[in-house]
């Protein structure tokens, strides 16, 4: 008996690919034309096609896309003038210019689908075995993508989900900015005074410690010993209320006392670089003070959008904030459009990629297909819920304690092989964790329930 019913075989995938494929054809049916566009800044071509691949017309206008409409309504004329009823327009979604062509298909009630750079990438190898590229050739090219059914349905967001969307880039812009600025000042500190950055353990997340370092910086000239004059008490009272600007309320006295004693340490100081490098340190401080602020800003208008979209219980999973899942919804876009949660870690880049033939069975890796800013935000998101939340805990451990018991016990020839297999495990564990936060996402979005240990661990009957 097949899985499917009466003996057919068909997989519940199957049964999903095909209903995919009917949502696909509805739009771009058998006896109709296709207006392929291939998009820039300021030229873009244009060529209709019918389902044979026969060019009817083809156009080259040198406009912005938002200003495509007249080019359009061109094309959809010379289908029409064909015979063709049904037209339907795909694109590649090129940066925001997509959207226009959203907006004016939309405007002109045609339906628009969008080919995948990467399928066009594969495809123009394909055709003509080279690397030959021109915006007339791939219009048509996007146009026979999508004519086969190698297309998706692009996304439509309203108003709410599109400012989460751009918060969340935004918030990952600033992420960025900020980690690059602490490389700057950490690379220009082990020359003009490596002394400091030991003072704490964790310089960087240490409001006074970069309080105090924006005031010796700012003030010392190229020279911190200059501000041993005035005091330990004084020099405290000065970082104080800098603290305020960090988004910090009080000074730790000890981290402050430990700076200012090492005003005077010289050790590792190569001099001749060090009044530039440290004028530069106050500059990057200052920048990295904006951007952590603007950071702060931003993440908390992220989870006032969250509350707005009436989703603010994601935060009751425990050890995942409510900026975190505003920042996987922000890559994801609404759950709810996706057919399954298995979708949507597809669509993260986080599903296995099997590699198998016959008798042979290779290993299997993420296929890192996708969206990489969402494959990103879940990967931040699910690192502290590997200790703090007791469903992920229990899976993790479940699944690494195998490989670590093999790697504690073995022996001193089998310990390197074993321990490299624990790190293998290790990082598939993480992986098949954050897969599961991915679907306890999407089921609490797509079912409107709220957040059960029971279920989440498969426990519940």
Request: with cysteine; proline share 4%.
């Amino acid at each position: 008996m097949g899985k499917g019913s009466g003996g057919s075989g068909m997989t519940r995938g199957d049964r999903r690919r095909n209903a995919r494929r009917e949502r696909l054809r509805e739009l771009l049916p058998r006896d109709g034309a296709v207006i392929g566009i291939d998009l820039a800044e300021d030229k873009q071509a244009i060529a209709v096609i019918d389902h044979d691949v026969r060019v009817l017309a083809r156009k080259t206008v040198r406009v912005k896309v938002f200003r495509l409409g007249e080019a359009l309504d061109w094309a959809v004329g010379q289908a029409r003038g064909e015979g063709f009823a049904a037209v339907t327009v795909a694109c590649e979604p090129t940066g925001p210019r997509w959207m226009q062509v959203q907006r004016l298909c939309a405007e002109r009630g045609l339906p628009l689908v969008c080919v995948q750079p990467l399928v066009s990438h594969i495809a123009r190898e394909q055709q003509d075995y080279t690397t030959h590229k021109t915006d007339e050739s791939d219009c048509v090219m996007i146009a026979r993508l999508a004519a086969e059914l190698h297309c998706y349905i692009p996304e439509e967001l309203d108003e709410t989900w599109a400012h989460l969307r751009n918060l969340g880039r935004r918030r990952a812009q600033l992420i960025t900015a900020a980690t690059a600025s602490v490389q700057r000042i950490r690379d220009f500190l082990s020359v003009a005074w490596p002394a400091v950055t030991e003072t704490c353990a964790e310089p960087f997340e240490s409001r006074t410690w970069l309080a105090a370092m924006q005031l010796v910086t700012s003030q010392c000239g190229g020279q911190p010993a200059l501000l041993a004059a005035m005091g330990e008490d004084a020099f405290t009272a000065a970082v104080r209320p800098m603290i305020g600007d960090w988004g910090g309320q009080k000074a730790r006295g000890p981290i402050s006392r430990r700076i200012f004693a090492a005003l005077t340490d010289t050790e590792g100081v190569v001099a001749s670089s060090r009044r530039g490098l440290l004028r530069r340190v106050a500059d990057e401080l200052g920048d990295l003070q904006r951007t952590r602020a603007q950071l702060r800003a931003t993440e908390a208008d992220m989870v006032t959008v969250l509350g707005e979209l009436g989703l603010s219980r994601l935060a009751d999973i425990p050890a995942l904030s409510a900026v975190g899942a505003a920042a996987i919804l922000a890559e994801a876009g609404d759950p709810r459009r996706y057919d399954s949660s298995s979708s949507l870690v597809k669509h993260a880049g986080l599903s296995p990629s099997e590699n198998a033939s016959g008798a042979f069975s290779g290993d299997a890796h993420i296929s890192r297909r996708g969206r990489p800013g969402l494959r990103l935000a879940v990967w931040r998101a699910v690192w502290p819920m590997l200790q703090h939340n007791p469903v992920i805990a229990a899976k993790y451990q479940a699944m690494t304690r195998a490989a670590d018991a093999a790697a504690a016990g073995a022996g001193s020839q089998q310990r390197t092989a074993a321990q490299a297999a624990a790190r293998v495990r290790r990082a598939k564990s993480r992986v098949a964790c954050a897969a599961s936060l991915l679907r306890w996402i999407y089921c609490l979005v797509v079912h409107g329930t709220s957040w059960d240990p029971a279920v989440a661990a498969g426990s519940y009957h």
